[in-house]
């Protein structure tokens, strides 16, 4: 076996399935076809449901692979050929010239100010232009210039031109380059190959290539972008700004005329997301989506959804549109649709069609090349309940390639990627990594303080309020500020090389970043301040994004004014700052499994087979969790065989100690080195912890539920088709209702899979009685990715589907007798009574009642829903913010078994980062006891969530690598005897003067 991995395909799942595993002990090769990694997320202007900046989520992940001593890029390449089997393969990989040394290039952009030839930039959609030499978008990794042989007048005529050579100090360019073959040996791949946006032309009828003013959501996308052609200003082909627009859903999606039948699963939300940004870019604009439902199935995006129409009054319309003209006067677009009320008419100056992911024909000749199969769309065909695995041996896939998912889907699931890649090459882990080495730390504590300060635009995020250049100016004025700038984007890749040099050039010993949160990317700036050769603790971040730009967005002048006081007093802080000495204790080995059902099963099997110790911890007296109430995957997998493989795996393995009937007592410990407590007295010893707790199916308070039989959920019902119920053999009349306790004011949020769960069951249904009357009453129908096939096999089948309206829900009741359902048609308006044998409830997924004591026990957070909440939903979808817990299913929030897994997969991959390390350090940022102010009174140990202080020889001592920095025994000890390392009361207070620093006018 090869202890090394490629990685083909450079976007967000790639770059993660590289990260997890380079960190984890092996050698990762990336291939990517595109001169720049990053995929299509660098293109986004915001992500839902957070509306978090894209490029602030990404730009530490593309500078972490740019700079990972263990990651090689190839870029501008190519997979064309495979040999050897499973753990052995040899990869022939052709590199296409750049015509431009990535390693001499400095991304200065002289060449492409000069270069005469102008083409369609196909990154910004093709509105705009870029040069035939060109960078794929200013913060794309590698930093260097690309040149477009097909365009280049000295490519096509070696006489010509030169401009580009002329103006280039670096000599980086190369007309010669000559295209390059070489073979990789590596142990496994991984596929990210992406996806590619349904061509809009296709669907003619829409206008889309004639009229002006009828655009992609990619268009509009890059329209939105600070970094895209017309720097954030929404306009019309015209440059005027629209006062209305529309969105039509569905363009490339659920199409079986167009060959793709399946649903995308992202257009809903980020049609929603760019209604609502719109409007943040132009006040009063009124934006329409016309959809057939609205797929807000994923964590938080029911509320999101409920956030657009009640706060942003965005308007959705249930309907086909039935034709789209331009008005040759205007060019504004009119809209022919189908209400309830009759045919209509309406006017847009814009329309937005929401286009659908497919993969791309590269991909499918990448998978004829390696040998996977494909399914009926071309999507990469998954093996049986595996989350990750296709059909060949070694290779793996993650990201859209596998299906059309969101961003932390993808994320996940590339990170599952990794976990089953390092199982699988457990044995050769450590083999061709290369240590880390940081150049030797400078002592600067005699120094007089020389502060560099770096503010960000943050694209429109900060610099569509904040006036950044005035806070620049503002800060050169500061006292020991020797240099200070602005950046588009402070986290790029080349921002953080540009700060390294600064620093040797400056000789600047501390750093101020003004840009956004701390708890993302101040990791990044202090790993660059390593490499620069500082201690990482002479850093300060001032938060001019939510703190200025997001809560002061309608007064821009009174938001710049607070930026320059935050940064001023950021500044007067970092200049007391000293240098702080990390401490590093040892790692125990060993994981904790909390929840033996399917996801906690799988976790521990994951890290069982890369060679770690378990402890799996089963409240119940079986193994299973809720799956053993399903007996039938979505995809027909056998559920109940594929639960006792687990089972039998488990307790097989030696590697996994079984601990049933158990639950936690007490939790103490730190990221590495944790002891929990069984209420049987033992204590087990571990160093990360995953929680995999699961859920429950909610039992209803309305349509008769428990008082009449023939009402039953949708797992009773299962459970009732397995075992030859009388009452489903004999029902002739069966309804179906959808949504029963969830998306309501006191459970805001869907339950993802009930939908495609009653498709199978009415198809169940169907099978025991094709002649059986069904009818679903519903509000939208969330059949995601490939269930949409379902749906539609279902309608094919003759089974019924009425809308209803919350708030005019069905009604049951019993008449002599008879089970009686009345409802309102959603098209005619009239009221109708069935009589039914049958009537099932799509109960909810909920959170089980134990999740506050447990999270209580480990000190991680619940969502407003109950479920766990994540350290960030883009970035961390699997991380706690508390160091070395993890979760996975149904404790992270409602999905299938399918998605389960992969999840549970990912936990793993991600606790071998920790599990994976011989020794961890602190945090930095630690507090400490002065023990001559100490009185032993117990404050500080009663008070600390973390128990890190204890009483030592009549003083508190705080344990450093458990103490997290919160600072709350500082601010609590009454002796003041304890202060939190750079943040003293001294330098809280230099911080506070700080900011009320007035520059000296000009004489």
């Known amino acids: 076996m090869v202890g090394s991995v490629l990685v083909i395909g450079a976007g967000i799942s790639g770059m993660q399935s590289s990260l997890d595993l380079a960190e984890v002990g092996y050698k990762v090769y990336i291939v990517e076809k595109s001169p720049g ?12 449901p957070t509306n978090d900046c894209a490029m602030c989520t990404l730009s530490p992940k593309l500078v972490e692979c740019g700079r990972h001593r263990n990651i090689d890029i190839l870029t501008c390449s190519e997979v064309i050929g495979l040999s050897g089997e499973a753990g052995n ?9 750049r015509y431009v040394d990535a390693t001499k290039c400095v991304g200065c952009g002289s060449c492409s100010e000069v270069c005469p030839v102008k083409v369609p930039n196909e990154f910004n959609q093709n509105m705009g232009q870029r040069k035939a030499i060109y960078k794929l978008y200013p913060q794309a990794y590698p930093n260097a210039y690309a040149i477009d042989a097909t365009k280049c007048l000295r490519k096509k005529n070696p006489k010509a031109c ?66 895209g052609p017309y720097e954030g200003h929404v306009q019309k082909a015209d440059g005027t700004t629209p006062k209305k627009i529309a969105f039509i859903q569905c363009i490339g999606s659920r199409d079986v005329s167009l060959c793709n039948g399946y649903c995308s699963a992202v257009c809903c939300m980020y049609a929603t997301k760019e209604a609502m940004i719109a409007q943040d870019h132009v006040p009063g604009l009124n934006t329409t989506i016309f959809n057939m439902d609205i797929r807000a ?10 956030r657009a129409q009640n706060q942003y009054n965005v308007r959705y319309i ?13 060019k504004d677009l009119r809209v022919r649709y189908r209400t309830p009320e009759g045919m209509m008419e309406e006017d847009f100056e814009m329309l937005v069609l929401s286009v659908g992911l497919k993969p791309t024909q590269e991909a499918v000749d990448l998978a004829k090349i390696l040998g996977v199969e494909l399914n009926e769309y071309n999507f990469c065909q998954l093996k049986e309940l595996s989350g990750v695995k296709t059909s060949k041996e070694g290779i793996y896939v993650a990201g859209v390639f596998s299906g059309p998912k969101d961003i932390p889907e993808t994320v996940m699931q590339a990170s599952a990627a990794a976990g089953d890649t390092a199982a699988f090459l457990a044995a050769v882990r450590n083999t061709q990594v290369t240590p880390m080495e940081f150049p030797q730390e400078k002592d600067v504590s005699r120094e007089e303080p020389r502060i560099g300060v770096f503010v960000c635009h943050c694209g429109t995020n900060i610099a569509g309020v904040v006036d950044v250049p005035a806070v620049v100016e503002h800060v050169k004025q500061l006292p020991y500020v020797v240099y200070a700038t602005n950046n588009l984007y402070v986290c790029a890749q080349d921002s953080q090389l540009a700060m390294k040099e600064l620093i040797e050039e400056y000789k600047l010993n501390r750093i101020v970043v003004a840009s956004c949160t701390i708890r993302t990317h101040k990791p990044l700036f202090q790993e660059t301040m390593k490499e620069a050769g500082l201690n990482p603790a002479l850093f300060e971040m001032a938060n ?9 967005s309608q007064e821009p002048e009174k938001a710049t004014l607070k930026a320059k006081d935050l940064v001023s007093g950021a500044v007067a802080k970092v200049a007391t700052l000293n240098a702080t000495k990390k401490i590093t204790v040892g790692v125990n080995h060993t994981a904790l499994v909390i929840g033996g059902g399917v996801s906690g099963m ?14 799996l911890l089963e409240k119940s007296n079986q193994l299973g969790g809720m799956a053993l109430r399903i007996h039938e995957g979505f995809n027909g997998e056998n559920i109940p065989v594929f639960v006792q493989q687990l089972v039998d795996k488990v307790k097989n393995n030696p590697s996994i100690n079984l601990y049933m009937g158990n639950d936690i007592e007490e939790v103490t410990g730190y990221i590495g080195n944790f002891k929990t407590k069984l209420d049987s007295g033992e204590v087990l010893e571990h160093g990360i912890s995953i929680i995999a707790t699961g859920a429950e199916e909610s039992k209803p308070t309305e349509y008769l539920y428990g008082q009449d039989s023939r009402v039953m959920t949708q797992l009773e019902l299962d459970e009732a088709i397995v075992n030859n119920d009388p009452r489903v053999k004999s029902a002739e009349n069966i309804v179906m209702i959808q949504c029963v306790g969830s998306r309501e004011d006191y459970r805001p949020y869907c339950s993802r899979i009930c939908c495609t769960k009653t498709m199978k069951l009415a198809l169940k249904l169907k099978e025991i009685n094709p002649d059986a009357s069904i009818i679903v009453l519903y509000r939208d129908i969330r059949t995601y990715s490939f269930n949409e096939d379902f749906y539609r096999e279902a309608r094919s089948k003759g089974v019924i589907f009425f809308r209803y309206d919350v708030e005019n829900k069905p009604k049951v009741q019993l008449v002599d007798g008879k089970l009686r359902v009345t409802a309102t048609d959603h098209i005619m308006g009239e009221t109708y009574d069935i009589d039914v044998d049958l009537l099932t409830l799509a109960a909810p997924i909920v959170p089980p009642e134990s999740n506050h004591k447990l999270s209580q026990l480990l000190k991680v957070p619940l969502n407003p829903d109950n479920f766990y909440q994540e350290a960030h939903m883009k970035l961390r979808p699997v991380d706690f913010s508390a160091e070395g817990i993890y979760m996975c299913g149904l404790a992270h929030g409602p999905k299938s078994i399918e998605e389960s897994i992969s999840q549970a997969k990912a936990a793993a991959g991600r606790a071998t980062s920790i599990l994976s390390r011989d020794e961890l350090e602190s945090s930095g940022v630690v507090a400490v006891v002065d023990p001559a102010l100490c009185a032993a009174c117990l404050t500080c140990v009663r008070l600390c969530p973390f128990k890190a202080p204890r009483i030592k020889e009549h003083k508190a001592e705080i344990e450093a690598v458990v103490c997290q920095g919160c600072g709350s025994c500082a601010g609590e000890c009454p002796n003041k005897a304890i202060t939190l390392q750079s943040y003293s009361p001294k330098q809280l207070g230099v911080q506070v003067e700080g900011m009320f620093f007035q520059p000296r006018p000009e004489a």
């Not at 990694?37 to 839902?48: E, N, S, V």
């Not at 393969?89 to 010239?97: D, E, I, R, T």
């Not at 994923?298 to 999101?304: P, Q």
């Open 602 to 615: 799988t976790s521990a099997l994951s890290l069982a087979d890369q060679g770690y110790n378990v402890h």
């Open 297 to 306: 199935f994923g964590k938080d995006y029911e509320k999101y959804y409920n």
């Open 544 to 552: 001019i994004r939510d703190q200025c730009s997001w809560v002061h």
């Open 162 to 227: 030169g401009k580009c050579i002329d103006v280039c100090q670096s000599k980086a360019i190369d007309h010669n380059m000559q295209e390059e073959i070489v073979t990789l040996n590596v142990g496994a791949i991984i596929l990210c190959a992406g996806y590619e946006l349904f061509n809009a032309e296709l669907r003619g009828e829409y206008g889309y290539g004639v009229y002006e003013n009828v655009y992609t959501s990619m268009q509009f996308e890059r329209m939105l972008s600070a970094s």
């Open 318 to 330: 249930k309907s086909m549109i039935s034709s789209v003209k331009e008005l040759p006067k205007t």
């Open 37 to 48: 990694i990053g995929g299509r997320m660098p293109m986004l202007d915001k992500t839902f």
């Open 89 to 97: 393969y040899m990869v022939q990989v052709k590199k296409h010239p």
